[in-house]
């Protein structure tokens, strides 16, 4: 039998003080405030307070200074009493939201497929300054314990900070065991737009390789930066990207071709061919750059360092540091002979194209896979 | 053994995990119907568990099968311990057991548990199969059609109207019994939820069996409500009005007339029975020798545990055909009167001429006195013998024959819009019943097909010598010049009673579109809006709010201080009304509903109405305050100062409501009284108002006739809280009915709501002022937040819009309100601002006609691809479909064709409109499925962690709205209309951190074409693609 004793009611539950506050003569207060319609009704902009992380008062404050009570001629009560409303719909939408499909097909809230869609890109969107902190991490519950640090630092609320990290790692294990294209996967599973979820494949790409993105030399260096990245790695250096059968999946790199990069040393070990192709280039770039002095004398640390990397990859840990030796045996020293992108794009051209004139080179398939990636990652996270 | 009753079991999804260890579940299903059990294997280790069962057959009385849900039972299967139960399903089998209705229950149904919620959802169809027993219909009362419509069915026309049906039936209350000491709160609940199953299937039998007696097919305006006494137990109780429908072809080729005006000419024969047959004239009687008052209020007929002794009412009976002498001479007067005295004596045969309907046939409401209301109040006991619940039915009987005497004061012979209603607090019951006094045309009582090409064209007249009647095809000039007397858009405000003999101070004149008949100054009534009435403007809603405070006391003593504060109550009530009325410049309300709650410290009173100006009755005199002591200055400048206010309100309301009534030369007739005063004073100053029999010098005199008088700080109190009621903003209407009037461009974008507030008051010790000015802003709030929520919808109209007060516990007032908000086109309801209702209505079906030929046309060449539409349009392709694919052995196969029927599987859940209304805009109604009538209980034993008791009842409602579109989904159905929440009684105790809430729905699962399809083609295939692409996950 339920028993509701009327003798004590002193404490209440999910009504926020300043909503007491706000009634002046408390005679009143409200103790149980709903709505709910046929059709779930859901106000974008509350949807964006709530998924910044805002408290409901937070989120009130935003509405007024955002002069909606002029526009609508409400009172404080009605906005309060709106946005904890919807707070309270977004938290019961929230556990659908973690399996997108779900939505679709749940019963509970009737929502039109427009606005699904909206629902679920929202709350798998992240902030670029966000994912730049957590990129390349171990999606671990270490990690999350982190997160307020990364919250004083971003300037995100922690409880966004909380959500878009649960995105990370909830998006991780779907597709970490999956076959066939990440992209793809990634999309049809959590119902993602093609650049998010190309955003998602990123993260899912750096946090599968531990790719070291946090040294104090990468810092310049922003998220889409990497994503940009790690889109060329997906796409040319993953077992799916030669294979269409899809047989394995595209989260990591491909064994045999890393394997095969060992080869390319020759460029670097064999004199003749160094020099060979040193000629090559700089016959290619004479009269064509203010830089060429600079490109003539570093031209074998330069391709030292370039083949240096492919030779390595084969190691799990120096993959990981892929960025940072980009950055170190690359960029920098091309920075600091001021070359401009051109300058970069024009010699990473010539060095490219030349190496296939060498005739004692026979590695080109390997080399053209190889320095296709590393010119398009260096010329974009080439910041001049 | 008349009927089989099958089940299939096909599968289940998203279920809980039950089994923590493996994070699965091993599932299970029972089927229950009566003593039968059938049980599915168990499907081991999944969430998404595919069980496709056989048929499981259930051979029973289709007595059984009305009172009797199917009962569906998840369970978990546990080798070691006893089976945990996930949660059940309850199916009505009703809508399968009447022929027109659907044919098969099949589709995804939620789960529920009364303390967990939803959890997940299970695939099951289930079919009858009625025996051909031609003898089936005295036992039981399969067949019978259910509505909770209160007009004739969009697709159905009346062929007969019989009357009015009755029943309850009363049980203990599982909750107060013994045994729940020891169980479970789960099984508390769930016994309960059961027993109220089976007390609505059986009272939906019985009153099916009267309306057999009958010789009825249909119940219109049904209308069940729950009491729950607590200890002394739990009542059911049903009215509705018994009709013969008959189906209106919905081939599209055939009829492109409107549903209530089928061209087919096939007049019925006249039924020659006790009762007179049919008085055609739609005007009715024109005998303007009855006066009108604004309404019949009656508000003094509450009584503690009394009879109600004081109807002198019944002795002002009008005297019909007498003392015609001042009635302009018109010659058929004499006739008339008799005509309608048979009428009146057809009606007055009835033992309730009572009907639940709210709207009608053009020409079958003749006159409307007023609204008629009685009141009574009574102290529970515990019901002995459930099998006689005499008392209850004593009860009631009493209040109806108040109703019923107030009607015949009033000159009329029946009641229309009629409700019932309790409130319960403790031991005291308030029982409340009102309607609207009418005179009706007895024709569609008699054989009416209520029909409109029916009536004109063919005017059956009686002529009436001695006991001979004779009924022929005038067409003469008397015929046709009783047309002329009264046109249809203002014979229902023409008073229907004596002049001379009028039952209140009135003030009458003629009226302002015939000159011919006439009519009060005010009309109050609890019907909708009769769609050929002449309106000026718009509409709005109107209420008035009130709180009394009152001394605890016990039994007898509470019951009698309570009856002495209704009539205060219900009088304050009404003034309110009158002078808002006033406020905004209009004269009529439409769709009142006056409740009254009970507490154990107060009594709230909530009485909401649409107020519109009836182009028929006078322009209302603007509202003027007097001063008692005019000799002090600044007292009359204060005086002065409000007076300007109001008349800047009113100036202001005039312009807003669109209310510019043409000017007319005021010519006040035939008021009662010789010398009419200036000015009559304040209502508040005779408290004496239940009294019919009022002194002749309360009426009022010229147009500034209404005169608020402060004579003390109440009045003044009053006027503030008059002009407190914030308007509407900008691009929003509110109306309480059916339709606006003036508002006819509907667009097809509606959105259903409810919303629930409950406000504890913190000092108890408060004035009754205070108490006011607390409910009223809380309604007014509450409103407020409606307006905010639905801004993106305006331009739009908040439609009936009807609160629900309770007082659920000492200091909390609950107020819940479901409502629809329907967006309009602006610019065309300008244009037509000025048209009547009618014309839309008939516009509107119209098209309907033609989108519907072109949407059969459409069809097949994209069956496949439009599920929606399919599911829409034909529900003998969905069947056939269905039927295929049970056939199919592969899984596969099933999901497919269920997919393309009516998307089960994967893809996106059908859309279920629901709405108050009876109808859905831009669409027509092509098919009803059966009455949706569903009773929830939830509890939880952890509130906070649920989000409190807002996130507690949120989850509940969204939980209710969810189950009801699911079973209207599995019935076929795209929508349900009329839909109501009719009890939702919340309670919590959050010390122990519990809460409990019980929820009752109803409505009519319909199907729905849209009247453009454009709209399906460019939404389906959008809804197809998120289907295909995400179809893996949930098969």
């Given at each position: 039998m339920f028993v509701s004793d009327r003798e004590q009611s002193v404490v209440r539950y999910n009504v926020n003080v300043e909503y007491f506050n706000t009634y002046t003569d408390v005679k009143m207060s409200v103790e149980l405030d709903v709505f709910v319609g046929n059709t779930t009704i859901m106000d974008k902009e509350v949807y964006q307070l709530w998924l910044n992380g805002y408290t409901v008062?937070?989120?009130?404050?935003?509405?007024?200074?955002?002069?909606?009570?002029?526009?609508?001629?409400?009172?404080?009560?009605?906005?309060?009493?709106?946005?904890?409303?919807?707070?309270?719909?977004?938290?019961?939408?929230?556990?659908?939201?973690?399996?997108?499909?779900?939505l679709a097909n749940q019963l509970l809230f009737q929502i039109p497929p427009d606005r699904q869609a909206m629902l679920i890109e929202r709350y798998y969107a992240f902030d670029d300054a966000f994912a730049r902190e957590v990129l390349g991490k171990k999606l671990s519950k270490g990690t999350k314990k982190d997160l307020d640090d990364v919250s004083a630092k971003t300037n995100i609320t922690l409880k966004s900070c909380r959500r878009q990290f649960d995105n990370f790692k909830r998006v991780f294990k779907e597709v970490e065991e999956l076959k066939g294209p990440l992209v793809e996967n990634i999309r049809q599973r959590f119902l993602l737009p093609d650049q998010l979820a190309r955003d998602y494949a990123a993260v899912v790409f750096f946090a599968n390789n531990r790719f070291e993105t946090g040294k104090k030399k990468l810092q310049y260096l922003t998220f889409q930066d990497f994503a940009l990245c790690?889109?060329?790695?997906?796409?040319?250096?993953?077992?799916?990207a030669v294979d269409n059968m899809m047989e394995d999946m595209d989260v990591d790199l491909d064994k045999e071709f890393l394997q095969d990069l060992k080869e390319l040393k020759i460029l670097i070990t064999?004199?003749?061919?160094?020099?060979?192709?040193?000629?090559?280039?700089?016959?290619?770039?004479?009269?064509?750059?203010?830089?060429?002095?600079?490109?003539?004398?570093?031209?074998?640390?330069l391709s030292r360092g370039l083949v240096n990397i492919a030779a390595k990859l084969i190691n799990a840990k120096d993959v990981r540091d892929f960025f940072i030796d980009l950055v170190e045996k690359f960029i920098e020293p091309c920075r600091s002979d001021k070359w401009t992108s051109i300058d970069v794009n024009l010699y990473l051209t010539h060095y490219t194209n030349s190496a296939h004139i060498l005739d004692t080179f026979k590695h080109h398939g390997v080399w053209t896979r190889y320095m296709g990636v590393i010119k398009t990652c260096i010329l974009r996270m080439y910041h001049e | 053994m008349p009927g089989k009753l099958k089940a299939k079991i096909v599968a289940g999804r998203h279920l809980p995990v039950m089994d923590r260890a493996s994070d699965l579940t091993d599932a299970f299903v029972e089927v229950k119907f009566g003593n039968t059990t059938f049980k599915t294997d168990v499907y081991p280790k999944s969430l998404n568990p595919q069980w496709n069962s056989e048929w499981f057959k259930f051979e029973v009385d289709d007595e059984d099968l009305q009172d009797e849900p199917l009962q569906i039972t998840v369970l978990d299967h546990d080798t070691y311990s006893a089976n945990d139960a996930i949660g059940k399903v309850y199916i009505d089998i009703d809508p399968l057991l009447c022929s027109e209705a659907a044919t098969i229950i099949?589709?995804?149904?939620?789960?529920?548990?009364?303390?967990?919620?939803?959890?997940?959802?299970?695939?099951?169809?289930?079919?009858?199969?009625?025996?051909?027993?031609?003898?089936?219909?005295?036992?039981?009362?399969?067949?019978?059609?259910?509505?909770?419509?209160?007009?004739?069915p969009r697709c159905y026309r009346a062929v007969m109207v019989h009357g009015f049906v009755e029943e309850l039936v009363v049980n203990e209350d599982p909750e107060y019994q013994w045994i729940d000491r020891i169980r479970t709160p789960r099984a508390s609940n769930e016994a309960r939820q059961r027993l109220i199953f089976l007390m609505s299937g059986e009272l939906q039998r019985k009153i099916g069996l009267k309306v057999l007696e009958m010789g009825g097919n249909a119940v219109v305006g049904y209308l069940q409500c729950f009491d729950l006494e607590g200890e002394s137990g739990l009542v059911v109780r049903a009215i509705g009005t018994a009709c013969t429908l008959e189906k209106i072809s919905t081939l599209p080729s055939t009829t492109t007339q409107p549903s209530n005006s089928s061209p087919s000419k096939d007049m019925k024969e006249p039924v020659f029975g006790e009762e007179a047959p049919g008085v055609p004239l739609s005007s009715g009687p024109p005998t303007p020798l009855r006066a009108q008052t604004f309404s019949s209020f009656s508000p003094s007929k509450s009584y503690s545990r009394q009879s109600s002794s004081s109807d002198t009412e019944l002795s002002l009976t009008p005297k019909t055909g007498m003392g015609s002498g001042g009635s302009a001479g018109k010659e058929a007067g004499p006739l008339k009167a008799l005509l309608r005295q048979q009428t009146q004596s057809a009606l007055e045969q009835r033992e309730y001429p009572f009907f639940t309907l709210t709207s009608f046939p053009p020409g079958f409401l003749l006159h409307v006195g007023g609204v008629v209301s009685a009141r009574s109040v009574k102290l529970l006991d515990r019901i002995h013998n459930p099998d006689e619940p005499e008392t209850r039915d004593a009860w009631w009987e009493e209040i109806r024959q108040e109703i019923k005497s107030h009607v015949k004061a009033l000159g009329c012979h029946a009641v229309v819009g009629y409700s019932e209603s309790t409130s319960i607090c403790e031991e005291v019951c308030i029982l409340s019943a009102s309607g609207t006094a009418a005179i009706l045309s007895s024709r569609f009582i008699q054989d009416g097909s209520l029909d409109v090409e029916h009536r004109l064209s063919r005017q059956p007249v009686v002529f009436t010598s001695g006991a001979d009647r004779v009924e022929g095809d005038m067409g003469s000039s008397a015929s046709l010049g009783f047309e002329e007397v009264a046109p249809p858009g203002c014979g229902f405000c023409h008073i229907p009673y004596d002049e001379l003999n009028i039952p209140f101070p009135a003030q009458l004149t003629y009226c302002y579109c015939c000159r011919r008949n006439k009519v009060p100054d005010v009309l109050f009534t609890t019907i909708d809006l009769p769609t050929e009435a002449n309106v000026t403007g718009k509409g709005c809603l109107i209420q008035a709010r009130l709180c009394r405070t009152k001394k605890k006391a016990q039994g007898e003593g509470n019951a009698t201080a309570i009856s002495n504060l209704l009539p205060f109550l219900e009088y304050e009530l009404h003034t309110q009304l009158m002078n808002k009325l006033k406020l905004r410049g209009m004269n009529a309300l439409f769709g009142l509903r006056i409740q009254i709650s009970v507490g154990e410290t107060m009594l709230l009173g909530l009485a909401s109405a649409t107020g519109v100006y009836l182009t028929a009755l006078p322009s209302p005199g603007g509202i003027q305050i007097a001063g008692k002591t005019p000799s002090d200055i600044t007292y009359e400048q204060h005086i002065s100062n409000m007076q300007k206010k109001i008349n800047d309100t009113i100036a202001k309301n005039k312009e807003l409501y669109e209310v510019n009534p043409p000017e007319v030369v005021e010519e006040i007739i035939g008021s009662p009284i010789p010398e009419p005063r200036q000015r009559s004073r304040l209502f508040r100053s005779h408290s004496e108002s239940s009294d019919e029999v009022s002194e002749l010098d309360l009426s009022h005199?010229?147009?500034?006739?209404?005169?608020?008088?402060?004579?003390?700080?109440?009045?003044?109190?009053?006027?503030?809280?008059?002009?407190?009621?914030?308007?509407?903003?900008?691009?929003f209407y509110s109306c309480n009915t059916e339709i606006m009037p003036g508002i006819q461009t509907w667009t097809s974008a509606i959105q259903m709501f409810t919303s629930v507030r409950v406000f504890r008051l913190n000092n108890l010790n408060l004035t009754n002022q205070g108490m006011n000015k607390i409910f009223t802003d809380l309604c007014e709030n509450l409103l407020k937040s409606l307006y905010f929520k639905l801004r993106s919808m305006t331009p739009c109209c908040l439609c009936h819009l009807n609160f629900t007060v309770a007082i659920p516990e000492d200091e909390l007032i609950q107020v819940a309100v479901t409502a629809v908000a329907m967006s309009f086109d602006k610019d065309q309801a300008l244009e037509n601002g000025m048209h009547s209702g009618e014309k839309t209505h008939i516009k509107a079906i119209h098209e309907n006609d033609e989108q519907l030929q072109f949407n059969l046309e459409l069809n097949p060449d994209c069956l496949t691809a439009t599920k929606g539409l399919a599911d829409v349009t034909g529900c003998h392709p969905s069947a056939k479909a269905s039927s295929l694919e049970k056939n199919s052995p592969l899984p596969e196969g099933r999901s497919r064709s269920l997919r393309s029927n009516r998307s089960y599987s994967?893809?996106?859940?059908?859309?279920?409109?629901?709405?108050?209304?009876?109808f859905i805009p831009g669409a027509k109604i092509i098919k009803y499925l059966g009455i949706i009538n569903m009773f929830f209980i939830r509890e939880t034993t952890s509130l906070r962690e649920e989000g409190g008791v807002s996130g507690f009842l949120h989850t509940f409602i969204a939980e209710v709205f969810a189950m009801v579109r699911a079973h209207v989904a599995a019935l076929g159905g795209n929508a349900v209309v009329s839909y109501s929440m009719k009890e939702c009684v919340f309670m919590e105790n959050p010390n122990k951190n519990q809460a409990q809430c019980l929820i009752n729905v109803s409505g009519d699962a319909v199907i729905f074409v849209r009247e453009s399809e454009l709209d399906a083609a460019s939404v389906q295939p959008q809804s197809v693609t998120t289907q295909t692409s995400n179809g893996g996950e949930g098969t």
């Open positions: 008062n937070d989120a009130v404050k935003v509405r007024i200074d955002g002069g909606i009570m002029e526009e609508c001629e409400v009172s404080v009560e009605v906005l309060i009493s709106d946005t904890m409303d919807q707070y309270r719909t977004f938290q019961m939408c929230e556990r659908l939201l973690h399996h997108p499909a779900k790690a889109g060329q790695l997906i796409n040319n250096w993953t077992v799916g064999d004199k003749d061919l160094l020099d060979q192709h040193k000629s090559l280039v700089c016959t290619a770039l004479r009269g064509k750059t203010n830089v060429f002095t600079e490109m003539e004398a570093s031209f074998k640390n | 099949s589709g995804w149904l939620p789960i529920y548990d009364t303390i967990h919620g939803i959890r997940g959802e299970i695939n099951v169809q289930v079919k009858v199969d009625l025996f051909n027993d031609l003898n089936r219909f005295r036992q039981s009362s399969c067949g019978i059609k259910f509505f909770c419509t209160t007009s004739v005199g010229k147009k500034d006739a209404f005169v608020l008088e402060i004579d003390d700080t109440d009045a003044v109190e009053d006027i503030h809280a008059l002009l407190t009621d914030s308007p509407t903003p900008q691009g994967g893809g996106s859940v059908a859309v279920v409109k629901m709405t108050p209304l009876s």
